[in-house]
């Protein structure tokens, strides 16, 4: 098998690249705008007026919307770490001097680095994204 089959067969589409690395804060700003007016919402009207288990209802909503961002961002993150994976093992072509780089070694090395770069920014998000939410369990939202 050559190495230009080789990387048409691994490499992942540009699109689903894009999206492993852009879903983190993408997720994250969705998660923040609609947390911050639902507590917003909450806050001046009764809204969410209902209580379950010791907590308020706008507690319960932002921990679900907390969880669901979570969900997506480790899906997300293990699409890339699959990318990551896959684009691990394609073999660079070897360069014949110093300024013949093939247009296949540099779509590779962009995959590659497109693919990490997705997995430590949907990680890092997460992170956020828990801190974030997990006040909700803890303090009065009001």
């Known amino acids: ?19 492993g690395m852009l879903a983190g804060p993408v997720v994250w700003i969705v998660y923040f705008m609609i947390g911050y007016v639902l507590i917003e919402a909450a806050c001046k009207t009764p809204l969410f007026g209902f209580s379950l288990a010791g907590l308020m209802g706008i507690s319960i ?6 969880l669901v961002a979570l969900v997506v961002l480790v899906w997300t993150g293990r699409m890339a770490y699959h990318h990551w994976l896959q684009l691990r093992d394609v073999v ?7 300024a013949s780089f093939s247009s296949e070694w540099l779509s590779v090395g962009h995959g590659r680095f497109m693919a990490f770069t997705g997995l430590l920014l949907n990680s890092l998000f997460a992170i956020i994204i828990f801190a974030t939410g997990l006040p909700a369990l803890l303090l009065w939202p009001c």
Do not use: K, N, Y
């Open 1 to 19: 098998m050559t190495t230009a089959s080789r990387t048409q067969d691994h490499f992942p589409s540009a699109r689903s690249l894009v999206i």
């Open 61 to 66: 909503i932002v921990i679900g919307l907390t």
């Open 92 to 98: 660079e072509p070897e360069t014949e001097g110093e």
